[in-house]
Every structure is written in C-alpha cells, then in structure tokens.
C-alpha cells in the first residue's frame, strides 16, 4: 500500500513540465532525501535515495549488490526471471568483473575515437536521406533510431537488416507494463539470434565485437552460453539508450533555443553541452537499484542488511546542493560532467565513451544542417514515454 509517509515510485512526469523529474521526489530530496517507497503495486518497499552525494555513497559502496537474486531485490518487475550472467548490470563481482571484462578493451576511449569518422558518415548520410524526404518527419525514426543502432550494428557485426527484429525485442526490456514472462522470452529470442550470428562469425571471422567473443570462447574466458548473452545485453544497451538521449536532446534544445549556439561554438563546448543534456534530461529514470548486503548508514539513515535502494539519478542530478540552478538547462555550466547519468563506481556504463561520441557528432550536425529546425507541431502534443524505465519521445515530427 503506498501512502503520503511511503509513496509508490512512480515514472510518471507531469503533463506541463515532461522534462522534469516528478515534483514530488524534488520535494523529497530536498525535505526528506533518503525516504521509503513502495513498488510493484505496493508489494515491495524500498529506500529512495534523491541527494547527488547519497547516489555516490550507495552506488560506490560494494555493500550494496547488484545482485537480483537477492529474495526482496528491488528490481524493475516482481516476476523478473533471472537474467543470463551476460546482462551482467545484475550482477555483484566475481561474476561482474569476468563479464565486464570480456569487453572492456572494446569499449576504451582510443578504440571509440577510431569511430568517429565512421559516426560521422552515418550522420550525414541519414541527415541527407532526412532532409530530401517530405516534411514533416518523424526525427525518431529517420535520425535519432537509425544512428546509434547502425553504429553499435557495426562495432558488433550483427546485419542491420535485422534492426526491426531485434529492436522490438529490445523494447520489451525497458516497457514498464512488460511481464517478466514477456523479458524473459524476448531475451532468449535475442540470444537464440545471437547464438547463429556468433557461428556465422566462427566460420567467417570480421573485425567486430562478436569475433571477438567468439576468441574469449576459444579462449575459455566465458561460456557460449555467455558470448551470445552478453551480445544481446550490448545490441539492446546501445540503442535504446542513445536513440533516446537524441531525441530528447533535441526536444530540451528547442525549448530553449538561445543555447543552441553553444553546442555550435566547436568540439569543447559541444562536448560540455552533451554532458549537461546528460545530467539535465538523465533518461534512466527507473532508477538504479540495489540490495543491502549489511547495515550501512548513508546521510544519517541506517539501510539495514535485507533493505532494497533505488537511486533515481534523474532527481540526484537536479540536487541544488551539487548543481547551482539545477532545474535550469545551462550548455555552459562549468561542472556538468560530475553527473550521474551513466551511473557511478563498478556498473558506471561501459558504453559512455561510445554514447559520448555519438551524441557530441549527431547533435551539432542536425542543428548545423538544420538551423531552421522546430517542432512541427505545439510542444504540447509531443508524445513522451510513459512507464518505460529509459525516459523518452515515441516519436518527434519535426519541420525546418
Ligand atoms: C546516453 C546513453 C546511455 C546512458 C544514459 C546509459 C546509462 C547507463 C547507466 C545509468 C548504467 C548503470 C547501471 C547501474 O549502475 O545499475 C549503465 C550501464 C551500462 N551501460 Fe549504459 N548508458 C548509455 C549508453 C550505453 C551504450 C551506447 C552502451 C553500449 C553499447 C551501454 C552499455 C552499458 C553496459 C554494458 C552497462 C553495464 C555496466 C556494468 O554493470 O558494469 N550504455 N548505462
């Protein structure tokens, strides 16, 4: 039951202000920040941790798992089947580390810049492709999918052909009406997916990531079992997160064109500015979840070993203790980069380097080519994700 001392956590946002977290957690950060909530329909209760320095001290803190088969997890659903090693965000070291492991060298700053021009190409290409198509035009579909899904097609070597198959899948992970029946049978299509593309690979090596899990294979580093999960785990994890960022991104700079010139203003302070559309829109806001593995005092409050934590990183990184005039969408602010958007200590996302280099090519571009670029219709009718655990716009129909 939830009730005013423990309200249910709750994804959605208010019909006049959508790129704002829900006023109640700001509220509650700022009265009461590490307070109760209650999830899965009132089933479950959970600490809600709101403040910026709280986030980091749970999300740092090794006493806190990651584990979902803790009984009392407070994860996304309460019939969630237990996820393959490979979507290995669930899981607490050793098995953690050997997965995320497998991938790292993937994912170094130095392999991701050999991508930009490669990203670069994409952009101009869809951008052409957008600008001879009749307007208005869907940005979702034609621009802010295609890009991060053609790119982590690439780094992967899965055929973008597929992209309809696989990404209707991938939404089924982040649907918040989703049953754990639906993830758990969407996931084991991904991987029997996956499982024929890394034969295809062993007969037929490229230069891409499934190659190379087929070697760790060799190499007995993982189990088949664990190359082909940790492929599907990447192929959802790179899009539907930056395909998100894009379009949203787009939406928070029309609404305050005057900034739009700091993206422009050359590759320092477009890089500035993707870190505070990071902070400022943080679109994973189901928030980051945990299980006490012992009692833990955070900000004066005992968590006790059993208790489960949600951080929801979209309200940490509004915390005006951390962000002077946080709810004010400012490309310049000097210390946007300390945001929690891609989460903080041993989980931190593998892939920010690659959704970085995305997002600091695809946003400049659209709005140097586009500089007419608008909403083709009243913001109001902009229709936002509701009950998806990555925040975002189904579509965004677009003039310029
Ligand atoms: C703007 C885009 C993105 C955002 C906002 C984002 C956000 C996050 C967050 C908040 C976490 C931490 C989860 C936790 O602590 O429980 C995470 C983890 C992860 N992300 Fe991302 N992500 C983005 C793009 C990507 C991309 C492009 C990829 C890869 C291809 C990726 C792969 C991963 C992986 C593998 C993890 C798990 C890391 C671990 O548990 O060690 N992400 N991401």
Same mark, same amino acid.
């Given at each position: 039951?939830?009730?005013?001392?423990?309200?249910?956590?709750?994804?959605?946002?208010?019909?006049?202000?959508?790129?704002?977290?829900?006023?109640?957690?700001?509220?509650?950060? +700022?009265?009461?920040?590490?307070?109760?909530?209650?999830?899965?329909?009132?089933?479950?209760?959970?600490?809600?941790?709101?403040?910026?320095?709280?986030?980091?001290?749970?999300?740092?803190?090794?006493?806190?798992?990651?584990?979902?088969?803790?009984?009392?997890?407070?994860?996304?659903?309460?019939?969630?089947?237990?996820?393959?090693?490979?979507?290995?965000?669930?899981?607490?070291?050793?098995?953690?580390?050997?997965?995320?492991?497998?991938?790292?060298?993937?994912?170094?700053?130095?392999?991701?810049?050999?991508?930009?021009?490669?990203?670069?190409?994409?952009?101009?290409?869809?951008?052409?492709?957008?600008?001879?198509?009749?307007?208005?035009?869907?940005?979702?579909?034609?621009?802010?999918?295609?890009?991060?899904?053609?790119?982590?097609?690439?780094?992967?070597?899965?055929?973008?052909?597929?992209?309809?198959?696989?990404?209707?899948?991938?939404?089924?992970?982040?649907?918040?009406?989703?049953?754990?029946?639906?993830?758990?049978?969407?996931?084991?299509?991904?991987?029997?997916?996956?499982?024929?593309?890394?034969?295809?690979?062993?007969?037929?090596?490229?230069? +891409?990531?499934?190659?190379?899990?087929?070697?760790?294979?060799?190499?007995?580093?993982?189990?088949?079992?664990?190359?082909?999960?940790?492929?599907?785990?990447?192929?959802?994890?790179?899009?539907?997160?930056?395909?998100?960022?894009?379009?949203?991104?787009?939406?928070?700079?029309?609404?305050?064109?005057?900034?739009?010139?700091?993206?422009?203003?050359?590759?320092?302070?477009?890089?500035?500015?993707?870190?505070?559309?990071?902070?400022?829109?943080?679109?994973?806001?189901?928030?980051?979840?945990?299980?006490?593995?012992?009692?833990?005092?955070?900000?004066?409050?005992?968590?006790?070993?059993?208790?489960?934590?949600?951080?929801?990183?979209?309200?940490?990184?509004?915390?005006?203790?951390?962000?002077?005039?946080?709810?004010?969408?400012?490309?310049?602010?000097?210390?946007?980069?300390?945001?929690?958007?891609?989460?903080?200590?041993?989980?931190?996302?593998?892939?920010?380097?690659?959704?970085?280099?995305?997002?600091?090519?695809?946003?400049?571009?659209?709005?140097?080519?586009?500089?007419?670029?608008?909403?083709?219709?009243?913001?109001?009718?902009?229709?936002?994700?509701?009950?998806?655990?990555?925040?975002?716009?189904?579509?965004?129909?677009?003039?310029?």
């Amino acid at each position: 039951m939830s009730s005013a001392d423990t309200p249910a956590y709750s994804l959605t946002r208010p019909g006049t202000a959508p790129l704002d977290p829900p006023p109640l957690y700001s509220r509650l950060r +700022d009265e009461k920040p590490i307070t109760q909530v209650t999830i899965w329909d009132g089933r479950l209760s959970a600490w809600l941790v709101t403040r910026w320095e709280d986030a980091r001290a749970v999300l740092g803190n090794p006493a806190f798992s990651s584990d979902q088969s803790h009984p009392g997890f407070p994860g996304q659903h309460p019939d969630m089947p237990p996820l393959a090693h490979g979507f290995f965000a669930n899981y607490d070291p050793p098995i953690h580390t050997t997965m995320r492991s497998t991938l790292t060298r993937d994912f170094i700053i130095k392999r991701i810049s050999a991508l930009r021009p490669g990203i670069a190409r994409t952009t101009t290409r869809l951008l052409d492709e957008m600008t001879r198509s009749e307007r208005p035009v869907d940005l979702v579909e034609r621009f802010a999918l295609p890009l991060p899904s053609l790119v982590i097609c690439d780094l992967l070597g899965v055929p973008y052909e597929d992209h309809e198959y696989f990404q209707q899948r991938s939404r089924v992970f982040v649907d918040g009406n989703a049953t754990g029946q639906q993830i758990g049978q969407a996931w084991e299509e991904l991987n029997a997916y996956l499982v024929g593309l890394l034969s295809t690979k062993r007969r037929n090596p490229g230069v +891409d990531v499934l190659t190379r899990l087929t070697e760790h294979v060799d190499a007995s580093t993982v189990t088949e079992r664990d190359a082909s999960d940790l492929a599907v785990f990447l192929l959802f994890a790179g899009h539907e997160t930056t395909a998100n960022m894009i379009a949203l991104s787009t939406v928070a700079l029309l609404r305050n064109p005057d900034q739009i010139s700091q993206l422009l203003a050359g590759p320092t302070e477009a890089a500035n500015a993707v870190e505070e559309l990071l902070r400022f829109l943080s679109i994973v806001h189901g928030g980051l979840r945990r299980y006490a593995l012992e009692d833990v005092t955070i900000g004066g409050v005992t968590i006790s070993a059993g208790e489960g934590v949600i951080v929801p990183v979209h309200v940490a990184n509004r915390d005006p203790e951390s962000f002077t005039d946080p709810d004010n969408l400012d490309l310049g602010r000097a210390n946007a980069r300390r945001h929690v958007a891609f989460g903080y200590g041993i989980h931190q996302c593998l892939g920010q380097p690659l959704a970085r280099a995305e997002l600091q090519i695809a946003l400049p571009e659209l709005f140097r080519r586009l500089p007419g670029l608008r909403l083709a219709g009243p913001f109001e009718d902009i229709s936002f994700k509701e009950n998806t655990l990555v925040y975002g716009v189904n579509e965004l129909p677009v003039v310029w």
